[in-house]
């Protein structure tokens, strides 16, 4: 049986305010998902509560993991059932190597039954493990003695991401905007390695507004995203129509919803006016 | 286990049998008398004082504590467990249980290039002519208040440690006070590097019970002569009973060198005031400190960077992590003198607050009266970030190990200064072994 991630008519509110408003999708393991959808739409909010981010609110609808619950399941549970997701904006972690951070991860979600203080995998086992991912992905040795994402450019926090779901390997994968901030032969590698370590294993939900990304990962459904829900799901054709032509089509073709994406963009502005 | 204390508390009469038990030279006992006189003109601090204006003794009495009786010697054979040296090649060391030393050690290829090390006490018998100026330096000033005057008059149980010019110790030295539970330590440590010299000294405190009481009235004074290079670490890891009052202070002559690293993790209350005071142009102090503090704990502590000479650089960085109902607080101040061109000092104190209960002061301030100089200093307080909770969860941790290893970033940044491997790891240790305890974290 095929392992699947099904969101069902999900409602999701930050602080009272709705920001998803029926979302429907189920990814497979094996299968590509793009997401795509101008700013503001609620992309990132949809990867967010996926993972379990705890600012979420879900008022409605269901997120299943094999058909079972996990809404009640705190991010810690998630990873460990082998979700993860490649932040848009990953955090610094001062004092903490990459290599420790990254070694603790491993372990907790290779062995989601550890508990705390419990070993960890052997030090040379990851070590060599650990690097020869790092040469896939071109990355400089000296970056698993830095600090979790502390002082990176844009792209080496990208690359980290990456790097950390090889290790982690998971069963799905939510991509938010992994693309930004690399260069085009960086995105290529991405694309390319993203392929590798996901292969036919991985569920996958590629966030994006370009094609690079996707060269190698051809989408098998394309959805789209306006003011909060998914209006359209398409082929790899509807991805090729929307990062060439943009989001006016897709407006056009959804007025109430463009109306909503209007709104909440109006609310924001609203907000952080005051803020 | 001997407690040795004597029942009459600080008291004139106390005070005269003490004296007359330690056959010092003359000029001593007068400076000791001195600063009797003094603290027993001084009022005791209080709330009004603007350094004390934080941190209320007002539950602290002198007259349950009293001076050591030096009659019946300190028979302990308390080895302890220390912290700091495990598994370094020491060059000496040096034990004192309440105020009384009971061990004492230097390894023959340091006594051979004239190297003094261990009770001061003893040596100041022996060396008295020699050691006078140091002490007339007045390092520390024991008029500064109650407790330095009570220090200056009735220090026992002191540590020494002396390397001549050019001499190079590569081994590091360490000392352990022990406290038993209500006991008393009035130690003076006393680190002379004459012109050239270099030396690490490594010294940690502890009590024989982890929940004993007992006072600490204390003074370390440094003296970095030019060109000298020095290496110190004090780990203030009393018991959790333990009222702490220290007056510490370091001078660093012309190209002098001093890297001071203090790790405070004991104590019920504890006062501290360090300063350092860059006497010769182009001498460098840097100051590391790591607080950790737990329950009702109260941690104050001044710190002063007194650049009195030109070409200087200090740079202070203290951080501190608080849990339950715990407090800290830290007032820096920066004072450059008139002379004092081209200075370059830096203080800097983060504060993790680790429950909703705690609570850390932090009071930065600069006294500059020089024109060209460079001073910054910065302060931040907060919880461990959501942001970052939620990232280290999305890999796999659990709130409380990602509450941990945020903890422990947090001390690495410091940790990263500390150049003396076994003692980055000391602390790391005795640090870790908090973290791990660390128990509940309140969600905001
Ligand atoms: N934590 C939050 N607090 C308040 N508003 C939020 C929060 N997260 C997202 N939003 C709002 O939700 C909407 C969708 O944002 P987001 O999911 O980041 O969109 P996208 O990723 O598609 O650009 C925006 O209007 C944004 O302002
Ligand atoms: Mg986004």
């Not at chain 2, 208040?145 to 190079?168: E, I, N, Q």
């Not at chain 2, 110790?169 to 360490?174: A, C, K, Q, R």
């Not at chain 2, 590097?193 to 405190?205: N, V």
């Not at chain 2, 510490?248 to 006062?271: C, D, F, N, Y």
């Amino acid at each position: 049986m095929t392992e699947t991630l099904k969101i069902k008519n999900l409602h999701v509110a930050v602080g009272g305010k709705p920001i998803l408003t029926g979302v429907t999708m189920t990814i497979r393991r094996g299968e590509v998902h793009a997401l795509m959808g101008p700013n503001g739409s609620g992309k990132s909010t949809l990867a967010g509560v996926i993972m379990g981010h705890p600012n979420y609110e879900v008022t409605e609808g269901t997120i299943e993991l094999n058909g079972k619950d996990i809404l009640e399941w705190d991010a810690t549970e998630r990873a460990r059932a082998g979700i993860f997701m490649a932040f848009q904006r990953p955090m610094a972690i001062p004092g903490v190597k990459m290599a420790d951070f990254l070694r603790h991860a491993t372990t907790n979600v290779r062995k989601p039954d550890r508990k705390e203080g419990e070993q960890l995998i052997p030090m040379r086992e990851f070590r060599k493990e650990l690097r020869d991912k790092m040469t896939q992905l071109r990355m400089d040795e000296e970056f698993a003695r830095r600090y979790v994402n502390d002082g990176f450019s844009g792209g080496e926090m990208k690359r980290a991401e990456i790097l950390q779901m090889a290790m982690l390997r998971p069963k799905f994968a939510i991509l938010d905007e992994t693309d930004s901030g690399l260069d085009v032969d960086a995105v290529k590698l991405a694309s390319q390695s993203i392929a590798e370590i996901g292969g036919a294993d991985m569920g996958i939900l590629i966030i994006t507004h370009h094609d690079r990304l996707l060269e190698h990962n051809t989408p098998d459904f394309t959805h789209v995203m306006l003011g909060g829900r998914i209006v359209e799901t398409g082929g790899v054709d509807l991805a090729r129509e929307l990062y060439t032509e943009g989001y006016d089509k897709v407006r056009q073709r959804h007025p109430e919803d463009a109306a909503v994406e209007k709104e909440m963009a109006a609310e924001k502005k609203f907000v952080s006016g005051v803020a | 286990m001997s407690t040795a204390i004597a029942s009459t508390g600080f008291s004139q009469e106390a005070f005269d049998v003490f004296l007359a038990a330690r056959d010092e030279p003359a000029w001593l006992v007068d400076m000791r008398r001195a600063a009797w006189r003094r603290f027993q003109e001084l009022p005791m601090p209080s709330v009004r004082d603007e350094e004390w204006m934080r941190t209320d003794i007002r539950l602290f009495k002198f007259d349950r504590f009293g001076l050591p009786d030096l009659s019946s010697p300190a028979s302990s054979h308390y080895v302890g467990s220390p912290l700091l040296s495990a598994g370094v090649n020491l060059g000496g060391h040096a034990v004192t249980l309440d105020g009384q030393t009971i061990a004492a050690e230097l390894s023959t290829k340091w006594t051979e290039q004239g190297v003094v090390y261990g009770s001061l006490d003893a040596l100041v018998k022996e060396y008295g002519e020699r050691l006078r100026p140091y002490f007339e330096r007045r390092v520390v000033d024991p008029f500064k208040d109650k407790f330095s005057a009570l220090h200056a008059a009735t220090w026992c149980g002191g540590t020494l440690l002396y390397v001549p010019k050019k001499v190079r110790v590569d081994e590091p030295l360490h000392a352990l006070s022990a406290l038993s539970s209500s006991g008393v330590d009035l130690g003076k440590t006393l680190v002379i590097l004459d012109e050239g010299a270099e030396a690490t000294m490594l010294s940690e405190t502890a009590s024989t019970s982890a929940d004993g009481g007992g006072l600490h009235c204390g003074s370390i004074e440094l003296i970095v002569e030019q060109g000298a290079r020095l290496r110190y670490v004090n780990l203030q890891n009393w018991g959790h009973e333990v009222w702490h009052f220290a007056h510490q202070k370091a001078h660093v002559g012309r190209e002098g060198r001093l890297q001071w690293t203090i790790g405070a993790l004991g104590s019920r209350l504890a006062k501290v005031n360090q300063h350092v005071a860059l006497t010769g142009p182009d001498a460098e102090v840097q100051v590391n400190g790591v607080m950790f503090t737990e329950g009702r704990q109260h941690l104050s502590y001044n710190t002063h960077q007194h650049h009195e000479a030109p070409y200087c650089k200090s740079d202070l960085l203290y951080k501190a992590a608080l849990q339950d109902r715990s407090r800290t607080v830290w007032r820096g101040m920066i004072k450059v003198d008139r002379d004092a061109q081209r200075t370059d000092a830096y203080q800097r104190n983060d504060n993790l607050m680790l429950s909703r209960d705690a609570r850390a002061d932090s009071i930065p301030g600069l006294e500059i009266e020089a024109d060209d100089v460079r001073c910054t200093h910065g302060s931040t307080s907060g919880r461990v970030d959501d942001q970052q909770l939620f990232y280290a969860m999305t890999r796999g941790y659990t709130r409380r190990e990602a509450v941990r290893m945020i903890v422990a970033g947090f001390f690495q940044q410091v940790f990263d200064r500390i150049t003396i491997e076994s003692v980055r790891d000391a602390l790391g240790e005795a640090i870790g072994r908090r973290v791990s305890d660390i128990k509940e974290f309140a969600t905001p």
